[in-house]
């Protein structure tokens, strides 16, 4: 039985009492919440602080992004063993807007999904599809594409610490949520994409997460389903009322 996930990505938001302020209100509302995995994705200025506040904690944390070398002269990056010595268990890894905005490819997601493995961060992988992509119908191809190549030299065992978000890039920050007809579709090809180039056993138990204006009046519809096993959540997660309420909706 896989256990569901609600992780939420507060992206460029709040500041660090109100990031402080949300973090400790997760933790005490959430501290009996056993059936499903939580996780927050606060900005990287204020993980260190994460870490005196969740930390005995059901809830883990990560970061929003990473850069696969160890250390070196990489302005403005953050290594995945600073991440590691701050308490950081989870990094996302090819979120939309890093491809779309700061033009990450396949190739880098590899290198970055790679080293963050070898440090023992489990990636919560991205992928999705534009609504031109989607009105092409080039969707499903776009999505094979990104796993072929964002998961190049991935292996079998190595995939038992990997999480994907499938998030349709037309529904995140839009209020348009994919239909539970189109989530279920697409998280089923993602599935069967493992299923023919992993295995069985993979496929049915590789987490794959849904990503795009969730909010608590949508997500019953959509953690219900068969291959859908939880959510990234973006604005709903800057809220406590809202994030808490997703949580406890999806036990």
Known sequence: MRKKIIAGNWKMHLLADSALELARGIAEDLKDVQEVEIAIFPPSPYLILMKEVLNGTPVKYGAQNMYFEEKGAFTGEISPGMLKDIGCSLVL??????????????SLLNRKLKTALEFQLLPYFCIGETLEERESG???????TQLKEGLAGISEKQL???????????????????????????HAFIRDWFRKNYSE???ENIRILYGG?????????????????GGLVGGASLKLESFTQLVRYSR
């Open 93 to 106: 890894i090819g979120h939309s807007e890093r491809r779309k905005i700061f033009n990450e490819p396949d």
């Open 138 to 144: 080039k969707l499903f191809k776009v999505i094979e």
């Open 160 to 186: 038992e610490s990997v999480v994907v978000a499938y998030e349709p890039v037309w529904a995140i920050g839009t209020g348009v949520v994919a239909t539970p007809e189109q989530a279920q579709e697409m």
């Open 201 to 203: 056993k993979t496929a």
């Open 213 to 229: 204006s969730i909010k608590p009046d949508n997500i019953q519809g959509l953690i219900s389903l068969k291959d859908i096993d």
